[in-house]
């Protein structure tokens, strides 16, 4: 497995309340992402990193914020949790800017939102 | 835009029969296309990747074969064994830092 850690693997919190999921990686590359997994929806594109405080929005951004201030981490945050984010969230990393370098996960954040 | 279309699930197979997952895309230009699976509580794992036209990727058992003139990356195996029971994702990249999935196939194998 590549050396992807997601934290916490599982949580459940409060309507409003504001959580942060962590994505810990130890391969160096440049590319991170933040997917979020529903049943019928498949995986949908939260945020991105390109490299050290660069991030970008992907489809599914609203209510989500990122952070990524050393190369191995990447922090997804939901400023005020909503029942519509209840999700598994995955962490992938790629070594990017090739058209055959593929995506590795972690395991998985089961988040519920009360 | 780019996109990835697989068959719907859920499949239910005996062991030893014969799998095939439907996998159809569109894109411009040449993307790379890739098949992942997915195990109860796991991440996705790649499973087997082309990169271009009339590449077969290939690993444990599975293979797929990158068509451009029916844009279609279809996973087959011969023979199914029980511990293939998993979710399969069809993806393609077109630029190597997009990633564009389908909804997933479920598969289960029973003895």
């Known amino acids: 497995d590549a050396g992807i850690t997601q934290s916490p693997r599982h949580k459940v919190t409060e309507t409003g309340t504001p959580v942060t999921l962590r994505c810990h990686q130890t391969?160096?590359?440049?590319?991170m992402y933040w997917y979020r997994q529903d049943p019928g929806h498949g995986l949908r594109l939260i945020h991105y990193?390109?490299?050290?405080?660069?991030?970008d929005k992907g489809e599914v951004s609203d209510g989500y914020s990122v952070s990524r201030s050393k190369t191995e981490d990447f922090l997804l945050t939901l400023e005020s949790a909503t029942s519509s984010q209840t999700s598994v969230y995955f962490c992938?990393?790629?070594?990017?800017?090739?058209?055959?370098?593929?995506?590795?996960f972690g395991n998985g954040t089961r988040l519920t939102v009360t | 835009g780019d996109s990835v279309t697989q068959m719907e699930g859920p499949v239910t197979l005996s062991e030893e029969a014969f799998l095939t997952i439907n996998c159809t895309y569109t894109?411009?230009?040449?993307?790379?296309l890739f098949w992942y699976v997915q195990y109860p509580g796991e991440g996705l794992q790649l499973l087997l990747k082309a990169t271009k036209a009339d590449d077969k990727g290939s690993n444990k058992g599975f293979e797929a074969t990158y068509r451009k003139e029916t844009t279609s990356f279809h996973l087959e195996k011969g023979s199914v064994q029980v511990s293939d029971s998993a979710v399969y994702f069809c993806?393609?990249?077109?630029?190597?830092?997009?990633?564009?999935f389908g909804t997933g196939t479920s598969l289960t194998v029973i003895p």
């Open positions: 993806a393609l990249s077109p630029t190597g830092n997009q990633f564009y």
């Open positions: 992938a990393i790629s070594f990017g800017g090739q058209g055959n370098s593929p995506l590795h």
């Open positions: 990193s390109y490299g050290v405080k660069d991030t």
């Open positions: 894109a411009t230009g040449y993307p790379s």
């Open positions: 391969e160096n590359h440049r590319y």
